[in-house]
């Protein structure tokens, strides 16, 4: 099994992807530290390159391959935001790309994950197991995975965005983490104890699939049926080896999310920070709202983790 990674490792994966990542930036909005009493840091991954934070972890990832790696290429699977990432970051260093992809991914994350030139092939995310086909494919030939969340120097390179939150505004008492595989969390985790130890830690997690709250209860990984939720950048089936070793340690609480209560946020980030998050992004606001007295008179982080969304389907969800 590979090690599992350290803050040293988040501060190499900053140092790695510096060239060619964004620092995004961090936002304040007046009318939500009023509505929440609270002062409130929002870390904007909405504005990272292809949309979300999963660029990180992916280039991390990618930057460490040796030359032989490099030639034969990648291959993953992922609901979107990590093939776009993946194929973004495979671009930029010159490695084919091959993705994995579920048959009703929105056609925005298809048609991006194309556009940067990956190669695409097609599952169904309900009767399919895709990490099955992804090692198949490596297999046969001779590509290496780079899976979406269970991965040391995937999870170190989530935790530059975190590392950059706690350079920027020093410590916090509290910090909300949109929760999937926990690759996000994870890395998060390991910035927040190495910069701001005293913070509490909270991921969240759509309400349909609520396997990283029971995981943390039951002490083991806990599997569930693909959960079906607007937030498909986190209808992760369950918690890594790696992403659930660190989240049980170091990890305050797993909170939930409904889909309604994500649309409230998608609505607040557009009309008050005038910003467009996926519904996935808006987990870690929807959970501060809900837990006033785990914010109440603090000083509240929270990650913004992506903002790729069709503009229909943005408006469909907006008024519906
Ligand atoms: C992938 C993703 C998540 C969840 O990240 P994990 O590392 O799987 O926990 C949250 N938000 C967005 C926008 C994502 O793309």
Same mark, same amino acid.
Not at 69 to 84: F, I, P
């Given at each position: 099994m590979l090690r599992s990674p350290t803050y040293e490792d988040v501060r190499d994966a900053a140092v790695r992807i510096a060239s060619h990542a964004n620092r995004t930036p961090v936002l304040r909005s007046r009318r939500i530290n009023e509505e929440l009493g609270a002062d409130v840091v929002f870390k904007c991954e909405n504005f990272q390159r292809m949309g979300a934070f999963k660029f990180r972890? $992916? %280039?991390? =990832?990618?930057? #460490?391959?040796? *030359?032989?790696?490099?030639?034969?290429?990648?291959?993953?699977?992922?609901?979107?935001?990590?093939?776009?990432?993946? $194929? %973004?970051? =495979?671009?930029? #260093?010159?490695? *084919?790309a091959t993705i994995v992809m579920p048959h009703d991914a929105p056609s925005s994350k298809v048609e991006a994950t194309r556009g940067y030139g990956g190669q695409v092939v097609v599952y169904d995310r309900y009767t399919e197991d895709r990490e099955e086909i992804g090692r198949a494919l490596a297999a046969e030939r001779g590509l290496t995975l780079i899976p979406p969340y269970d991965h040391p120097d995937v999870i170190a390179g989530q935790g530059t965005a975190a590392a950059e939150l706690f350079e920027e505004v020093g410590d916090l008492d509290a910090l909300f983490v949109p929760l999937g595989g926990g690759g996000l969390l994870s890395g998060t985790t390991l910035s927040a104890r190495a910069l701001s130890p005293g913070c509490a830690l909270y991921g969240v997690e759509p309400e349909a699939g609520d396997d990283g709250r029971r995981s943390l209860i039951q002490g083991s990984i806990v599997h569930i049926d693909t959960p079906r939720t607007i937030a498909d950048g986190a209808q992760t089936q369950h918690l890594g080896v790696h992403t659930f070793e660190i989240i049980r340690r170091e990890v305050d609480?797993?909170?939930?999310?409904?889909?309604?209560?994500?649309?409230?946020?998608?609505?607040?980030?557009?009309t008050v920070m005038k910003i467009v998050v996926e519904p996935t992004g808006c987990l870690g606001l929807a959970a501060a709202r809900k837990s006033p007295e785990r914010v109440r008179g603090r000083r509240v982080g929270v990650v913004v983790s992506g903002g790729n969304v069709d503009l229909a389907r943005y408006a469909a969800l907006l008024t519906s």
């Open positions: 972890g $992916a %280039l991390n =990832a990618l930057s #460490l391959f040796t *030359p032989e790696q490099r030639r034969a290429g990648v291959v993953t699977y992922s609901s979107g935001n990590h093939a776009q990432a993946i $194929a %973004l970051a =495979a671009r930029l #260093l010159d490695i *084919p609480d797993i909170l939930t999310a409904t889909d309604a209560e994500l649309v409230e946020g998608m609505r607040t980030f557009g």
